[in-house]
Nanobody
């Protein structure tokens, strides 16, 4: 089983910055993509940004130029640096990781797609 844990959320004023961190642990062989998503009440979870194993990134239009994703593949961690925060960025942010891991002797190596429990980010106006 692969566990994903987020940290670093909280309350910040508009225009401020926050840094979210995420760590994946378990019998991981490789992680292809790590990403950040967010969700507000009554809305679907949406992509914020993601980063591949090679370092290529993909961002949602609403965060381009403000948010930056970075990754430490050796440590299975990903960070989300959020600058120039706006009240509309208020949401629960989720980390996602997908790749290959060792499941068990009977199953062997298989794919995983794991989510963290989510972390609250609140931007006050």
């Amino acid at each position: 089983q692969v566990r994903v844990v987020e940290s670093g959320g909280g309350l910040v004023q508009a225009g401020g910055s926050l840094r979210l961190s995420c760590a994946a642990s378990g019998d991981i062989l490789s992680i292809n993509v790590m990403g950040w998503y967010r969700q507000t009440p009554g809305k679907q979870r949406e992509l914020v940004g993601k980063i591949s194993r090679t370092g290529s990134t993909n961002y949602a239009d609403f965060v381009k130029g403000r948010f930056t994703i970075s990754r430490d593949s050796a440590k299975n961690t990903v960070n989300l640096q959020m600058n120039s925060l706006k009240p509309e960025d208020t949401a629960v942010y989720y980390c996602n990781a997908g790749g290959r891991y060792y499941h068990s002797s009977s199953v062997g190596v298989t794919d995983f797609d794991s989510w963290g429990q989510g972390i609250q980010v609140t931007v006050s106006s």
